[in-house]
C-alpha cells in the first residue's frame, strides 16, 4: 500500500521569504498523481498544486512550485514571498493513476505559521 | 468557480442515533468521495462512488456507513448508528474524470466539510 510522508508537523517562515514543505511516499507504481491541498483554519482543502509523475517538468502556480524527485521518491513544496493568508496546514497526497484505486492517501500535514 | 457545498456545517448527536451529511457536487463531476479527519489527524478515505455505486471504499466503511445519491445533485453520507468514535470532520469530495490516451485524470475538489461531534 501506498503511504505518504511529511516529516515536519510544523514550520515557520517570515513574511516575504520562501519555505520549503518536504513530503516522501512509497509506491511500487511508475504512473501517479500528487497533490498540496492547503487548510486553513476555516478547514476547507484547497487543492494547492498538482504534479502528474509521468511529467519530468516540475509544476508551478504562480507563488507555488514543487520539487518532484521521481527516484528519490520526494515531493517538495516550495512557498515565495509567503503572505499571511499561507498559514495553514498542508497536506501531500497520493493518487494512483494505473486503474483501480481512486483514492488519495494523505500524509500527517504540516502546520505552517507566516510571521509578520 | 464551481465548489462542492456541504450541509450542515455542524450536525452534534448523541451516541447510536443516526446522522446524515449532504454534499452537493460539482454539477458536471461523475466521481464522488467521502473522507474523513478526526481532530489532529490525517484525512481518510472512506468511500468513492461512481455510476451509482461503491467503487470503492476503506476498511473504515463497515455496515455501519452507507452512500447515496438519491437525486441528480445530492450525495449523502449515512451513519445508521453513530459512535463517539465517529466525532471527526467529514469532507465530500467530487471529480471529474476524462481519460485520455489510457491515462485518468482527475483532481478532487473538496466541500467545506462537515463537523460532526457524538455525545
Known amino acids: 500500500a501506498q503511504t505518504v510522508t511529511q516529516s515536519q508537523p510544523e514550520m515557520s517562515v517570515q513574511e516575504a521569504e520562501t519555505v520549503t514543505l518536504s513530503c516522501t511516499y512509497d509506491?511500487?507504481?511508475?504512473?501517479?498523481?500528487l497533490f498540496w491541498y492547503k487548510q486553513p483554519p476555516s478547514r476547507q482543502m484547497i487543492l494547492v498544486i498538482r504534479?502528474?509523475?509521468?511529467?519530468?517538468q516540475n509544476a508551478t502556480e504562480n507563488r507555488f512550485s514543487v520539487n518532484f524527485q521521481k527516484a528519490a521518491k520526494s515531493f517538495s513544496l516550495k512557498i515565495s514571498d509567503s503572505q499571511l493568508g499561507d498559514a495553514a496546514m498542508y497536506f501531500c497526497?497520493?493518487?494512483?493513476?494505473?486503474?483501480?484505486?481512486?483514492?488519495?492517501?494523505f500524509g500527517k500535514g504540516t502546520k505552517l505559521t507566516v510571521n509578520p | 468557480e464551481p465548489e462542492v457545498t456541504q450541509t450542515p456545517s455542524h450536525q452534534v448527536t448523541q451516541m447510536g442515533q443516526e446522522v446524515i451529511l449532504r454534499c452537493v457536487p460539482i454539477?458536471?463531476?461523475?466521481?464522488f468521495y467521502w473522507y474523513r479527519q478526526i481532530l489532529g489527524q490525517k484525512v481518510e478515505f472512506l468511500v468513492s462512488?461512481?455510476?451509482?455505486?461503491?467503487?470503492?471504499k476503506s476498511e473504515i466503511f463497515d455496515d455501519q456507513f452507507s452512500v447515496e445519491r438519491p437525486d441528480g445533485s445530492n450525495f449523502t453520507l449515512k451513519i445508521r448508528s453513530t459512535k463517539l468514535e465517529d466525532s471527526a470532520m467529514y469532507f465530500c469530495?467530487?471529480?471529474?474524470?476524462?481519460?485520455?490516451?489510457?491515462?485518468?485524470?482527475?483532481?478532487?475538489?473538496f466541500g467545506p466539510g462537515t463537523r460532526l461531534l457524538v455525545l
Open positions: 462512488f461512481y455510476n451509482n455505486e461503491i467503487s470503492e
Open positions: 504534479q502528474e509523475a509521468y511529467k519530468q
Open positions: 454539477s458536471n463531476h461523475l466521481y
Open positions: 497526497a497520493y493518487r494512483s493513476s494505473q486503474g483501480g484505486s481512486e483514492k488519495l492517501v
Open positions: 469530495a467530487s471529480s471529474e474524470r476524462s481519460v485520455a490516451a489510457r491515462r485518468y485524470q482527475e483532481t478532487q475538489y
Open positions: 509506491t511500487s507504481e511508475s504512473d501517479y498523481y
